[in-house]
């Protein structure tokens, strides 16, 4: 571990503040003890058929389970026997209650325009699209990509496709075409619903071009549905490519919810790993909806009267499971904003907050970082008030960007729930409960109930406590969990093998998150990062080999290597080590740009490295493994005391490289 980074975590395990939730918002909470969370936790890990079993009444149930879980992790089966649908526990069953005019989606456009969806107005839209589905000849079972803006379309053409048990693969709307069409491929998607564009600060993002230039490499493809949102120009192919508001015209609002398979898969999601290929985590109908749904209710304290805002982009798993099935399935009011939070100022956020009253707040580290960049005058131009919870998800958060956001947003007033969880988990895992467990400033705390934490070293055995320099006793290692969840992913699709070899070999027996994380005294988990070539860039996580196989597409780069390094927004930054044929010095400029523009079209402009290198050689061993703990050094600027390179075939290398830094 680097001194620095070894000194951001001490200065973390002298943090001995404690934040309890205020009295009036324990009163109400939905679990509202300390002893009732333990004797939950308790239940859930001794008895969790009982428990699990018990918790699934929280859905509805065409036919009720026979058997709560089966199988042992990787290969686990839950509530098999039992017949469900994740858009009727989503939307029908709230038509029966007086939710039905309730505001299930408040929408906010980025230029400003709005729209409400009440729960009726949402089955009406969700039922119509998903016979547009049939029409289009989309069957139970098919898989069909998103590719859209964050508009309202995508949370229903989601819920349609769960309606009739396609299996929905969305696709961030940073990513290009040529990330778009691998994905196709390998979900083998037989069609794909975009926008003709979508608002970014102000600009448009060609979405359907980017389909289009998609289709010629991803010919599983037979349709696009294309809905008109800012009317840019887009070219229409005949027989393959429809406006959604013309196909919406003359359908019917009349079809049935399919009573699936608990286990039928209801969406895939691609995400990084160590290896250039992204892996499609595959999460299925019954296990993931509980999960998506017990852990609002838990976590967030969803309450009837809530305006809840979750701000990330339905492209990422937060996204998925907390602005649409979680809320939804609670019958909540979830808020949908389209763009970017500093468009047209930097109080977009604040003045959203206070235009809808919102009561629970969910967003990014990063997303704090940049506020508190951008100053403090914008959200003190806003009535805050309304506001009762906060909630952070995506990357550690530091105590600094977490005091801010408990004091300048919070009012000192708003529990934070530090949410640590991943796409593979399906929500939420280790996170304080905003009515119980004192927030401990960058400390995710305490593991759900069902959750069962394990710290083990390189060599898989438990990790022992040891005493830290201030007094404080810590216990260290890689984070893994002992046992399954409702929600833990079911494969990696068209390749279970991957998914076994990835999160279930390692350690025996165990799942392997990928990150670190440190156990104080009293049972707190603090995650540190990951601890795979996985890099964590404003809370998007993107592989070092996906971006270094981008960047080897260049003509003339030779070897690459990336490494992540502190950033005081992002998170991490990319640092990109490059060799590429006879660049001159005077050329340098030119080809980075030209490396950049390379990366943007293989992945997309999320994974444009911030720093790029030139170099001659890169620290190999003499079996050809490149020593990234150095180059990770002097990315973090710590170009002397680089520990031990005489096992590298050329140490020479390395003095040059740290002289060559930038
Ligand atoms: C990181 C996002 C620290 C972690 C939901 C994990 C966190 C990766 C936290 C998953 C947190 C997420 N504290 N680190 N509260 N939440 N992470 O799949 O490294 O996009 O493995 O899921 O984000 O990222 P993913």
């Not at 048990?165 to 196709?184: C, E, Q």
Request: glycine share 8%; hydrophobic share 35%; net charge negative.
């Amino acid at each position: 571990m680097s001194s620095e980074a070894s000194e951001k975590i001490e200065s973390v395990l002298k943090e001995t503040r404690l934040f309890p939730p205020p009295a009036e918002f324990v009163e109400q909470a939905h679990i509202s003890s300390e002893e009732k969370y333990q004797e939950m936790w308790n239940r859930a890990k001794d008895q969790p058929a009982e428990f699990w079993g018990e918790t699934a009444g929280n859905l509805h149930w065409f036919k009720k389970f026979d058997t709560v879980l089966e199988g042992e992790m990787p290969n686990t089966k839950w509530f098999t026997g039992g017949k469900i649908n994740a858009c009727y526990n989503c939307v029908d069953r709230h038509l029966h209650t007086w939710r039905k005019n309730k505001a299930a989606i408040i929408w906010e456009g980025e230029p400003g325009d709005t729209r409400v969806l009440t729960y009726q107005d949402l089955h009406r839209e969700v039922s119509k699209f998903a016979n547009v589905l049939k029409k289009l000849g989309v069957t139970t079972g098919d898989r069909v990509t998103l590719y859209m803006p964050m508009i309202p379309e995508l949370a229903i053409a989601m819920l349609a496709c769960s309606r009739i048990g396609a299996t929905h693969s969305i696709i961030f709307g940073g990513f290009s075409a040529d990330a778009v069409a691998d994905r196709n491929n390998d979900a083998q998607s037989k069609l794909v619903i975009t926008a003709d564009a979508g608002w970014r600060r102000g600009k448009e993002v060609p979405l359907k071009t980017a389909v289009d230039e998609s289709l010629e490499k991803s010919p599983s493809v037979e349709k696009v549905v294309v809905v008109r949102r800012t009317g840019a120009e887009v070219t229409m192919v005949d027989d393959r490519d429809y406006w959604w508001h013309e196909l919406m015209e003359d359908v019917s609002a009349d079809c049935e919810a399919v009573e699936l398979e608990s286990e039928h898969p209801l969406f895939i999601l691609y995400t990084s790993g160590s290896t250039g290929k992204p892996k499609g985590v595959l999460h299925t109908t019954a296990g993931y909806l509980l999960g998506a749904t017990m852990t609002s209710r838990w976590v967030f304290d969803l309450k009837e009267e809530d305006t809840y805002w979750c701000t990330a982009d339905i492209g990422w798993i937060t996204g998925h499971s907390y602005i649409v099935y979680g809320p939804l399935s609670n019958g909540a009011t979830t808020i949908m904003y389209e763009g970017a939070p500093n468009w047209p100022d930097e109080g977009r956020f604040w003045e959203i907050v206070e235009k809808y009253q919102v009561n629970i707040f969910y967003t990014a580290p990063t997303a704090i970082r940049a506020f508190i960049k951008w100053g403090d005058e914008f959200p003190n131009k806003y009535d805050l008030s309304s506001l009762r919870l906060l909630g952070t998800v995506g990357e550690p958060i530091n105590p600094k960007a977490w005091m801010w956001y408990y004091e300048i947003i919070g009012g000192e007033r708003c529990p934070i729930v530090d949410t640590w969880w991943q796409t593979e988990t399906g929500g939420c895992l280790i996170t304080n409960l905003a009515g119980i467990t004192p927030a401990k400033a960058s400390w995710a705390t305490l593991p759900l109930p069902g959750v069962q934490p394990v710290l083990v070293d390189e060599e898989g055995n438990e990790a022992k406590p040891a005493p830290t320099a201030d007094g404080a006793v810590i216990t260290s290692g890689n984070l893994c969990m002992k046992a399954p969840w409702p929600g833990i992913l079911r494969t990696t699709w068209g390749d279970h093998d991957r998914c076994r070899q990835t999160y279930f070999s390692t350690y025996k027996d165990l799942y392997f998150t990928g990150d670190g994380a440190l156990r104080d005294e009293n049972g707190n988990y603090r995650i540190t990062g990951r601890v795979d070539d996985v890099l964590n860039v404003s809370g998007h996580r993107i592989g070092t080999a996906e971006v270094e196989n981008a960047i080897n597409m260049h003509a003339g780069v030779i070897e690459s290597a990336v490494v992540g390094y502190p950033h005081d927004i992002k998170g991490q930054g990319i640092y990109a080590y490059i060799i590429a044929e006879g660049v001159k010095p005077e050329d340098e400029e030119r080809q980075r740009q030209n490396i950049l523009q390379t990366v943007t079209r293989i992945i997309g402009p999320i994974a444009k490295p911030d720093k790029i290198q030139f170099v001659n050689g890169l620290p190999k061993t003499r079996s050809g493994k490149i020593m990234r703990r150095i180059l990770r050094k002097i990315a973090e600027g710590q170009t002397d005391n680089l520990g031990d390179t005489s096992t590298l075939l050329d140490p020479a290398v390395v003095e040059t490289i740290a002289k060559g830094k930038v």
